[in-house]
């Protein structure tokens, strides 16, 4: 589904999911629509679900769709939430009406959709599926089990306070974005650097090849021989637990280490010279 208002982001309350009216000649019935829209929202919902399957998705143009979504966006005016449903046989259409909605409510000064769909199929069904997750035309989609469905559902209720960081309060929002920003920035910057590092490396090994062969023999087998070093879990999880032994041990390694050999011994040894 696609929200397509600003006013509340939430999955709560009452959602009726929206009938369809059609005129004697088959056309999507708006002024029915509109004045059913109206009399929902004065009842008190929560929000609006419109061209899901009680809305008969399957019966409709693409211009039809659209007519329906206009006419619930314009009545609802902000007042709540309408999320749209982007149902259909394929998912090349799911695409294509997820970004109908989209660009509908875009163009209302809307920005906030869920680029996730979820494909809920019997339990026993999924374990045959050779691939239950995939990517296409900007949105991520997954097929789950009934029982996974509603965990999801349920962890998506939890997170849902934390989602839009508009909520917050203007200095508390700068830190959030602040702190994560940084932390995507350094990740992004350290998998660059290695990469870069990865490269380079294997620029060196690919000079191997000028060797003499019997030398280039000779280090491959030597290389062979070299055990493999792993780290030492207590000492790995000593640094991630703690970052400012992390700054101690990289203090460490850049100062110069101290001579074994002091001044005293120094002139010593110069006199002992003379």
């Not at 999955?11 to 009938?19: D, N």
Request: charged letters at 25%; proline letters at 5%.
């Amino acid at each position: 589904m696609n929200q397509t208002s600003k006013s509340e982001s939430r999955l709560w309350g009452v959602l009726p999911a929206l009938v369809t009216p059609m005129t004697a000649r088959q056309e999507i019935d708006t002024a029915c629509l509109a004045t059913f829209t109206e009399h929902l929202i004065k009842q008190g919902v929560h929000g609006l679900i419109p061209l899901g399957s009680t809305g008969e998705y399957y019966a409709l143009s693409p211009a039809e769709r659209q007519q329906v979504i206009e006419t619930v966006i314009d009545v609802a005016a902000g007042r709540v939430p309408v999320w749209v449903g982007a149902n259909a046989g394929s998912t090349r259409e799911v695409v294509a009406f997820s970004r109908q909605a989209e660009k509908l409510g875009a163009a209302k000064d809307n920005h906030l959709f869920y680029r996730q769909v979820f494909f809920v199929v019997p339990g026993t069904e999924v374990l045959n599926l050779r691939q239950t997750a995939w990517y296409e035309g900007g949105y991520t989609f997954f097929a789950v089990s009934l029982d996974s469905f509603e965990r999801i559902v349920t962890a998506m209720k939890r997170l849902e306070n934390y989602e839009f960081t508009e909520r917050f309060d203007p200095q508390e929002r700068e830190t959030i974005v602040g702190l994560l920003a940084g932390f995507e920035q350094h990740i992004r910057q350290q998998n660059a650097g290695n990469i870069l590092s990865t490269l380079r490396g294997l620029a060196v090994l690919a000079g191997r090849t000028a060797l003499p062969e019997d030398m280039a023999e000779e280090v491959e087998n030597r290389r062979k021989s070299i055990r493999i070093e792993n780290f030492r879990p207590s000492e790995l999880k000593k640094l991630i637990d703690d970052p400012d032994y992390q700054v101690r041990e990289i203090a460490r390694l850049i100062t110069p280490a101290k001579p074994d050999i002091g001044p005293g011994e120094l002139t010593e040894a110069a006199e002992n010279d003379g």
